[in-house]
């Protein structure tokens, strides 16, 4: 089968096999490429229109027990000038973008046992009583299953765990030997089986990343069907091991953004930070690509430079929530415009 064929075979819902999906991660020619990013919008539309969803995200801790070989707020960087906001700061943040017009609050940090469950349940339910209109999303990394039910309980809506690769040797090279790929998987079977909005997702160019293990992350998506799935390019950060390994490329990150999307029609799909980062106009390019959320930046500004995972990391410019205008005018050049809602999964609507 030729590129096209393939491609629209995934718009008709038939995943190709392992061959295939190589096929098309290595050979896109300009033409097939710019049939993939056009196949990957109609879907989208057919399912979200021109909405693009917005989250604000709140860093609220760069404490991290884990030392993920790529990440620059990993716990053996002595050099990151470590934070943690208070539940009265998140508030803060939150009321912020309430009133900015935000409905999805993503609370994201480090592995930080500071915040004990009841102090995080705390927070989940204040932010959830204050705006019970907004919907509460948490990327905090891995817990307990009875940890995950009491951020549920308490009202957690959605939770963003990258399962960043799915073959293990892969995974135990990113994450220093001391991390398991079955606990990754545990913990996004445990919160998608609680009823969670689950997103897992990897970074594109990670450093010993082979197209065979692009093509199994495929895989896992295409089964696993999570509600969201986040992807960026990897970017070196200079205080870690991988500090000279390329930065991935922008193709390779777009081309997935679209199989991802045409794979799982309904995904949430984030043009993210680390794609901003790479090239300026690189959150454009994800939407044209299939994306539909993007996640400004809410933290305190004083916080900001702070929550360094890679180099560059841009955070006071139009991705900042306070610039949600600029950053408007931005999603409008491609067509598709900012909406102000939850923005749930479209299997999730009433
Ligand atoms: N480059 C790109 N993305 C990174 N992340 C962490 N470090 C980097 C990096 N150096 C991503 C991980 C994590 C998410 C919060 O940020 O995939 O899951």
């Not at 860093?59 to 050099?79: H, L, M, P």
């Given at each position: 089968m030729n590129n096209k064929e393939l491609i629209t075979e995934l718009k008709e819902n038939r995943i190709p096999d392992k061959e295939d999906l190589k096929q098309l991660l290595t050979s896109l020619t300009k033409e097939d490429e710019e049939f993939l990013y056009e196949t990957a919008r109609k879907v989208r539309e057919d399912i979200y229109g021109k909405d693009v969803y917005v989250r604000g995200l709140i860093?609220?801790?760069?404490?991290?027990?884990?030392?993920?070989?790529?990440?620059?707020?990993?716990?053996?960087?002595?050099?990151a000038l470590r934070y943690r906001l208070t539940r009265e700061e998140i508030m803060e943040c939150a009321a912020l973008g309430h009133e900015l017009g935000f409905r999805t609050f993503v609370m994201q940090g480090g592995e930080?046992?500071?915040?004990?469950d009841e102090y995080m349940c705390e927070i989940i339910s204040g932010i959830k009583e204050a705006f019970p209109d907004s919907a509460v999303t948490l990327s905090v990394g891995e817990r307990d299953r009875e940890t995950y039910q009491r951020y549920f309980d308490a009202g957690a809506d959605r939770f963003l765990l990258r399962?960043?690769?799915?073959?293990p040797e892969h995974y135990s090279f990113l994450h220093n030997g001391k991390m398991s790929i079955e606990t990754r998987l545990r913990c996004l079977n445990d919160l998608k089986s609680i009823g969670f909005q689950v997103g897992c997702g990897m970074m594109i160019g990670?450093?010993?990343?082979?197209v065979d293990n692009l093509v199994s992350d495929l895989i896992f998506i295409s089964e696993f069907r999570p509600h969201m799935v986040g992807m960026g390019p990897f970017i070196p950060h200079?205080?870690?091991?991988?500090?000279?390994e390329p930065a991935g490329s922008l193709e390779d990150t777009l081309h997935l953004l679209s199989i991802v999307r045409l794979m799982l029609p309904e995904v949430l799909l984030p043009a993210t930070t680390a794609l901003g980062t790479l090239v300026p106009t690189g959150r454009e390019l994800g939407i044209l690509a299939g994306a539909n959320v993007v996640m400004p930046n809410l933290s305190p500004v004083s916080v900001r430079k702070k929550?360094?995972?890679?180099?560059?990391?841009?955070?006071?410019?139009?991705?900042?929530?306070?610039?949600l205008e600029a950053l408007s005018k931005r999603i409008d050049s491609t067509g598709y415009k900012i909406a102000m809602v939850r923005g749930d999964h479209s299997s999730l609507k009433k």
């Open positions: 860093e609220f801790t760069n404490y991290c027990r884990n030392d993920c070989t790529y990440c620059g707020i990993r716990a053996s960087n002595k050099n930080d046992m500071h915040f004990t399962h960043e690769t799915v073959t990670s450093p010993g990343q082979t200079n205080e870690t091991p991988f500090k000279n929550y360094m995972l890679y180099d560059g990391k841009i955070s006071t410019g139009e991705e900042a929530a306070e610039c």
